[in-house]
């Protein structure tokens, strides 16, 4: 097993880990922590589907689309609840029309993109997650709370780093490969960030349920 395939399993067993515990009391928590606990289950089953088509060989880059998209998807709604301006709910409800709208019909036009990386998909997918990660710091500086600090500083690095990684996807090899370990890497800071915000926010209504 490569130094890479034990990073990959080790995020598996971490965003695994977080599943359990933010399902384990998951009728108590708030709408934003019962989206992003859907987020974490739909991110599990892909990788469990990813890595189970990639043990036999068979191409799983078409997968890459539902995690953007449900990525996404999820997250817009989770920060939806996070954001108090009306302002920033509007800019959440347009962009959750307008993009999904424009890779349907990207993808009607280039049905051939389907079976690879589509660099415009995780751009305009993540920088709208970006900027909400962003208002949420401004929000937090004049709400004074520490609530949802740790997952949103993960989604924000990571996204932030990732997104840069699949931009520049047509490097040298030998790049590529410390390029992907540093990906696996920070995937696992995300996870662990995540779990400390469980930890240090969660854990409590969770014991006294």
Not at 12 to 25: D, E, R
Not at 76 to 82: A, D, P, V, W
Not at 124 to 132: D, E, H, N
Not at 140 to 148: H, Q, S, V
Request: overall charge positive.
């Amino acid at each position: 097993m490569s130094t890479y395939d034990l990073l990959a399993n080790f995020g598996h067993l971490l965003v695994a880990i977080n599943c359990i515990l933010f399902f384990k009391n998951y009728r108590n928590y708030a709408t934003a922590i019962k989206i992003f606990t859907f987020y974490l289950a739909a991110i599990l089953i892909l990788q469990l589907i990813s890595k189970y088509l990639r043990s036999y060989k068979i191409t799983n880059l078409y997968l890459s689309h539902y995690y953007f998209i449900g990525q996404f998807l999820f997250l817009s709604f989770f920060f939806k609840q996070l954001l108090k301006h009306a302002l920033h709910k509007k800019i959440i409800t347009v962009a959750l029309i307008i993009i999904p709208s424009m890779m349907a019909v990207y993808y009607s036009l280039y049905p051939e993109d389907y079976y690879s990386y589509n660099v415009f998909e995780i751009v305009i997918t993540s920088a709208p997650l970006l900027l909400y990660s962003l208002l949420f710091f401004i929000q937090k500086i004049e709400k004074g709370n520490n609530k949802f600090n740790y997952i949103v500083s993960g989604i924000f690095l990571y996204i932030l780093c990732s997104t840069l990684i699949f931009i520049a996807g047509n490097i040298e090899a030998d790049i590529k490969k410390i390029v992907w370990y540093i990906n696996a890497s920070l995937y696992i800071v995300y996870q662990l960030l995540i779990l400390i915000e469980w930890y240090t926010h969660l854990k409590k209504s969770a014991s006294t349920s």
